[in-house]
């Protein structure tokens, strides 16, 4: 056990993370000592006097959990990206205690009491509208959290919420495991036929890390996606597809059994709460306001897809059948990457892998910066001075154009084994500029990482990737908000998107990409005919992509809202029958996508029955670019309008306002379905 003053998550972690020197020794006293400190100030809260000022009550409140969640972010951060035992066991054995603490939180009738007092006592007109409405989503918050349920409900709602950390926390490690273990190696480099070098040289190094011969495959986005894209070996994609889509369906990493449990147990919380079901409770307080509303937003957009989704794979079907005859069978979802890449580069002479030369990651990111120094009116510098958990980390400062420093981020972008897979901003910090305390975050990635001393060149798509958590990150570093809880991507989950998504658009555009797509050894610029290529080439089966996320979404709120295990049987298979409509090709028997989905299942709350809002905050990104189109894609006017009228607001006023603020008007939902080649 660690002395507290030698304890590295008790000191000042708003001026310093310890990246490099928390242990799993560390974590259990720390926490603990967190817990405890963080409830003696809700006591505190609970003991206002009446008349107590909003300092004295919404705001304690909302600084009262701060030490704690700062501390907790970061052993989760660090579980996430290590891969280390012990740290797993130490967040493991904290994490229920931290889930029940924070259940009783919302329940608290003490805390609940003084809040209503409040409202009830002061006049809210005359609050400063942030404060407005913090008062009234806090007291929404106590309400839908079950402040008034009787004493045993209370109980049982927080039994499930403890439950609901571990099983979802169980979930998500089953996945890192289950991805790590397993491997193909090769040694008859004829396999490998159709795969860039890029991914050759990747394999390669992965074999010889490993010690042994040839190239070893893995799971790995970089990896997976080469060989689903360009192998030629159609018994090779075949394995790493099944593969990929059957994680975590075995032994002790089996997810399907904790599937049902945590749906179960998101039931039962809705219905002791008054819920018919999990949608209606989460999505009450997002822009979409029910589930109901989810899903016919989701089934307008795929009425609206389905039938060029047709013509699309009709198409793609008829193009392969016209090259391999009737030998291999019809087309199995292992071909359809393979074939959709092939008939791209038919149509349109454009092969993606052409670009990579002139996305060298570093390149990438310091054009990245320019551009958003460009429109922001920041700074972005690197340091040196602080410690990461990875030799990969870089740091960066982002000063405001008087010198103020706005925020740290921590970058690590390539994949290793214990990291979780895919890409995320995740906020550490919320400060406060002003007094000399910046905003902390990390963003993360598993992108192409550089092999045998060459530089790491992307894909396109990663650039996108890029681009969209450095959204998510800008918005956390540029939020002026006062309170923490409405601080910076502490927004509705269906606007939280927005910022991250549009960032997105510029990568297509060629005055942006002169600031960074150079070619690694020659500088020269993506050559025009070959811009032209990939922006012609970017609503390229365009409905089946629209299709494919809205086939999550479909998934998801049959999940949260349909689903009967009684009625409806094996979790997995019900899921894998929701799929079918939105794939090109037949699933097999044995897809099992949904255990590793973690983006429902890997948290307790995360995108469950919430996946729509990735095409919602679409909808709003679309629509608002086109202000930046109009005016100019380095418009200094319009990305101040963004930065002050979206990003710096978190969520200080309700989305819709914030999005009518910066366009005049509500969006337009036909602004997508035009950049898709959905509508004219």
Avoid at 357 to 376: H, S
Avoid at 476 to 490: D, E, I, K, M, Y
Avoid at 604 to 631: H, I, Q
Wanted: charged share 25%.
């Amino acid at each position: 056990m660690s002395a507290p003053d030698s304890n590295p998550l008790l000191g000042d972690l708003d001026r310093a993370l310890p990246f490099d020197a928390v242990r799993a020794e560390h974590v259990e006293p720390a926490i603990d000592a967190l817990i405890a400190e963080a409830q003696a100030n809700l006591d505190a809260v609970a003991a206002a006097p009446a008349g107590a000022d909003f300092a004295a009550t919404f705001g304690a409140l909302d600084e009262a959990t701060g030490r704690l969640e700062t501390a907790m972010g970061l052993v989760d951060h660090l579980e996430g990206v290590l891969g280390d035992p012990s740290l797993r066991a130490a967040y493991n054995a904290v994490q229920p205690r931290v889930s029940a603490f924070y259940s009783t939180l919302g329940r608290d009738e003490r805390l609940y009491a003084v809040c209503e007092r409040f409202a009830q006592v002061h006049d809210l007109a005359a609050l400063a509208p942030d404060e407005r409405r913090f008062v009234e989503t806090t007291l929404d918050g106590f309400r839908r959290a079950g402040v008034a349920l009787d004493a045993e409900a209370k109980a049982k709602v927080q039994a499930i919420d403890v439950a609901l950390s571990e099983l979802t926390t169980r979930f998500a490690q089953n996945v890192v495991d289950a991805s790590d273990a397993w491997h193909l190696d090769l040694t008859d480099e004829a396999r490998l036929a159709g795969l860039p070098e890029s991914a050759k040289a990747a394999a390669r190094a992965e074999a010889r890390e490993a010690g042994v011969e040839g190239w070893r495959l893995t799971l790995r986005p970089p990896c997976y996606v080469a060989v689903l894209t360009y192998a030629e070996d159609r018994a090779l994609r075949e394995a790493l597809y099944r593969a990929y889509n059957r994680r975590a369906t075995e032994g002790e990493q089996d997810n399907g059994p904790l599937m049902g449990q945590i749906l179960d147990l998101r039931r039962r919380k809705a219905n002791l709460l008054g819920y018919a079901d999990i949608s209606d409770l989460l999505l009450a307080p997002r822009m979409v306001k029910s589930g109901a509303n989810a899903r016919a937003f989701v089934d307008d957009l795929r009425a609206r897809s389905e039938a060029a989704f047709a013509a699309e794979t009709q198409a793609l079907q008829a193009f392969r059948a016209e090259r391999v005859g009737a030998d291999e069978g019809p087309m199995a979802p292992w071909d359809v990457s393979f074939w959709a890449e092939r008939l791209r580069q038919h149509e349109f002479a454009f092969d993606e892998e052409a670009l990579r030369p002139y996305f060298e990651v570093n390149g990438v990111l310091e054009g990245m910066y320019a551009l958003v120094q460009r429109l922001y009116g920041v700074r972005i510098t690197p340091l040196s001075d602080r410690p990461g958990w990875h030799p990969d980390v870089k740091i960066h400062a982002l000063d405001d154009a008087d010198g103020t420093r706005l925020g740290l981020f921590y970058a690590d972008l390539f994949p290793r084994a214990g990291k979780r897979a895919g890409a995320w901003m995740r906020p550490m910090v919320t400060g406060d500029p002003a007094k000399g305390v910046p905003h902390v975050a990390v963003m993360c990635a598993n992108i192409t990482a550089p092999v045998d001393g060459k530089p790491a060149l992307l894909t396109h798509r990663e650039v996108e990737t890029l681009f969209h958590e450095f959204g998510h990150l800008l918005h956390h570093l540029l939020t002026t908000a006062r309170l923490r809880g409405q601080a910076g991507t502490n927004v509705a989950w269906d606007f939280v998107e927005l910022p991250s998504q549009i960032m997105e658009n510029w990568t297509w555009h060629g005055e942006a990409l002169d600031l960074f797509a150079r070619h690694h050894e020659t500088g020269e610029p993506i050559p025009a005919d070959l811009l032209e290529k990939m922006r012609a080439a970017r609503t390229f089966r365009g409905a089946t992509a629209q299709m494919r996320q809205l086939g999550f979404g479909t998934v998801d709120l049959a999940l949260h809202r349909d689903y009967d295990p009684a009625r409806d049987g094996d979790v997995v298979a019900y899921a894998r029958a929701q799929s079918v409509p939105f794939s090109p090709a037949p699933l097999p028997d044995d897809y099992s996508m949904i255990t590793g989905f973690t983006h429902l299942f890997a948290s307790p709350v995360g995108y469950a029955a919430a996946y729509y809002s990735y095409k919602w905050a679409e909808v709003l990104d679309a629509d608002a670019f086109t202000r930046f189109e109009t005016a100019g894609l380095f418009s200094r006017e319009v990305g101040r309008a963004f930065r002050e009228q979206i990003l710096a607001q978190g969520d200080s006023a309700d989305p819709a306002e914030l999005f009518r603020r910066f366009m005049g008007r509500d969006p337009d939902p036909e602004a997508l379905l035009r950049r898709a080649g959905l509508a004219a």
